[in-house]
């Protein structure tokens, strides 16, 4: 776990650490050090500020924050109870959440800004690791800070992985559909022929109601508009039809870089298919 003070924040990050006079992005963390790549190889920058430098786009993968609280003083409950120390001239605070992602992911670091108009802003930050797609994660955070928490609140939460930042929940969901449309945008801007690609994705949901469970298919057809997003999808096979409503779900939510002729972007057909697998 570390911190920083008078963090900038932006619409989107990355995250990095401050190291002889530049910036190098965190790939994860440990309870004391920030991880960085140096010579192909995954090493603690000790004594490191991490920082949120302002990106131009998010990673197009979602955590959806199902759950939290936070909480100040030696009061605080966390999963290990109530503070067990003094707290004289030093702070306490705790984080509890339940998390969801819905797709594997893996090194996810976990971002909270606390914010205070006397002393700036303080990042912290936890190393999530592993998500299994549409498994809860319960994460609770203890941290006693070198200062006291007076007027201090929970700014924000953030998700990197290899320190580019996920959307999460915490997002309103008007505002992460505008920036995947600039994040499509952009991708057209150069474009002259290019053919239709997948930009943000979801795995469906393996269907609770098949018992025993068994590995399956599904196709999913549909046409993709312009602006990258599903129009009429169907079922066109699966293996069994709860397959395909999970299918077809999931896909609804998907987005494309739109196919490109004589550089504009055009809509086209295509035919999806996934595969289920239990856990």
Known sequence: MLAATAVPLAAQNVLGVEHDG???IVRRATAMDALVLEGG???PREGSRPMLKPASEYLPAFITVL???FQKGARAISDNGAAQVVLAN???FVFNAKLESARDLDDVVLALVLESKDIGNSVYLKDLGHFNAHEIKRVSIDQVTAFRLLGVRLGSVHFFIAGK???NSTISGTKWETILDRMIAARLKTAQDAALKALYVIDPVYP????PKVTGKAVIACEVDEHGKVVNPTVSSATDPAFGAAALEAVRTWRFVPAVKAGHAVASHA???LDFAPR
């Open 67 to 69: 759950e939290h609280d």
């Open 22 to 24: 530049k910036v190098d």
């Open 271 to 273: 035919e999806i298919p």
């Open 208 to 211: 609770p109601s098949l018992k």
């Open 90 to 92: 030093s702070g306490r």
């Open 41 to 43: 190889a995954t090493v």
């Open 165 to 167: 930042e996920v959307f």
